[in-house]
């Protein structure tokens, strides 16, 4: 029928789509906090957080976010501290506006827009080599 079956989702990972028996509670908890590509420990509070918007996270919930900036070219947190000679150097790649790509906080990369994007490029062979559960 048109209602969603409410088993749907059971067995199912959210963000990389990976589907297992072993994804119970404790076992998709495991898989978030160790094995999904599409996720990360931020090395700052250890919360797991969605790699897509690490960025954000770190300027915004983080709690250390105080400690960052954003670099006004490449569009990233940086440490405040390091910010001035970060902007200085001009060495970080300049980010594109968002509608026209999505930008990587692990290998600095710009890719193509959207939801699906960031799966190619975190899971797919060709994809970002900075990530480490890879």
């Known amino acids: 029928g048109p209602h969603m079956d409410e088993h749907y989702l059971d067995n199912l990972c959210i963000f990389c789509g990976e589907r297992s028996e072993e994804f119970t509670e404790e076992g998709l908890d495991l898989h978030y906090w ?7 420990r931020c090395d700052h509070c250890k919360q797991v957080v969605e790699i897509s918007s690490l960025t954000e996270h770190l300027l915004t919930e983080c709690d ?14 940086v440490f405040k501290e390091e910010l ?31 939801e699906e994007a960031w799966k190619a490029h975190l899971m ?3 994809g970002c080599t900075m990530n480490l559960r890879k």
């Open 84 to 114: 001035p000679r970060h902007i200085k150097h001009k060495d970080c790649n300049p980010a594109k506006p968002e509608k026209l790509a999505n930008r990587c906080p692990l290998c600095h990369e710009n890719f193509s827009p959207g």
């Open 124 to 126: 797919g062979p060709a």
């Open 34 to 40: 160790k094995h999904c590509l599409m996720l990360t």
């Open 64 to 77: 250390k976010k105080d400690g960052f900036g954003k670099c006004y070219r490449c569009s990233e947190a």
